[in-house]
């Protein structure tokens, strides 16, 4: 997992939507995950942050990049995912219309590429001892 700086992208209605990769919120696991937040406010105030990615296990997503489709009124999301394989980098496409239901995930890589053997390709911001990316804490 990795943390990652966040991107984001503004929707015809001029709401701000984030996305950014870290550890699992709730602690539950030392996994990077995908995550999104929105304000409707100029950002002010925003939403509790929702996961993106839909995997149950403990694999590692990490890099988002968030853009708003205005043909579709869609935010999309593209990043790195390693459910397939550990060892190895897929890349995935997350989609959700704005009714905001949830996302809907697909991956889009034709092949997988070695993911990073060590922390400093991973992470510039979190310590670790792993190419998991993460050592605890």
Not at 107 to 118: E, F, G, L, N, Q
Request: charged fraction near 20%; proline fraction near 4%; glycine fraction near 8%.
């Amino acid at each position: 997992g990795a943390n990652s700086g966040a991107t984001m992208t503004v929707d015809d209605a001029g709401n701000i939507h984030v996305v950014w990769g870290q550890k699992r919120a709730d602690g539950s696991s030392n996994d990077g995950e995908v995550y999104w937040m929105k304000s409707a406010d100029e950002g002010s105030n925003w939403t509790s942050p929702a996961r993106v990615n839909q995997d149950t296990g403990t694999a590692d997503q990490w890099l988002p990049w968030i853009s708003w489709d205005d043909c579709t009124n869609a935010l999309v999301v593209i990043f790195f995912d390693s459910r397939n394989d550990y060892t190895k980098a897929d890349t995935y496409i997350a989609v959700n219309y704005l009714d905001l239901t949830g996302w809907t995930e697909r991956k889009v890589s034709d092949a997988s590429r070695p993911a990073p053997t060590s922390c400093t390709t991973w992470s510039t911001t979190a310590p670790c001892t792993s190419p998991r990316g993460w050592s605890g804490g």
